[in-house]
Nanobody, 120 residues
């Protein structure tokens, strides 16, 4: 099982940028599909972006062209670069490590989450 720790959240103005990081430990990071999910108050957790062990990725329509997911297997870390942030991006962002690749519902391990607030 892998342990995950997110960092990089915070308060940013609309149009600004943030970079989230998720550091993994405890297992072979490179074999996991990694994902970023978010949950806003009163809403269900939703997929933001995910990336396979081989580097293929997909994104929610709402973040395409603004967010980029990447991974550094040597550092056991996955990143989410968020540009052109909007107030509707405000949520707690969670990192997920899925040993089964891309699945319809996320499986595997979760981090504790990091708050992203987009507000002027």
């Amino acid at each position: 099982q892998v342990q995950l720790v997110e960092s990089g959240g915070g308060l940013v103005q609309p149009g600004g940028s943030l970079r989230l990081s998720c550091a993994a430990s405890g297992s072979i990071f490179s074999i996991y599909a990694m994902g970023w999910y978010r949950q806003a108050p009163g809403k269900q957790r939703e997929l933001v972006a995910r990336i396979t062990s081989g580097g293929s990725s997909n994104y929610a329509d709402s973040v395409k062209g603004r967010f980029t997911i990447s991974r550094d297997n040597a550092k056991n870390t996955v990143y989410l670069q968020m540009n052109s942030l909007k107030p509707e991006d405000t949520a707690v962002y969670f990192c997920n490590a899925n040993p089964f690749g891309f699945t319809e519902s996320p499986r595997g391990s979760w981090g504790q989450g990091t708050q992203v607030t987009v507000s002027s």
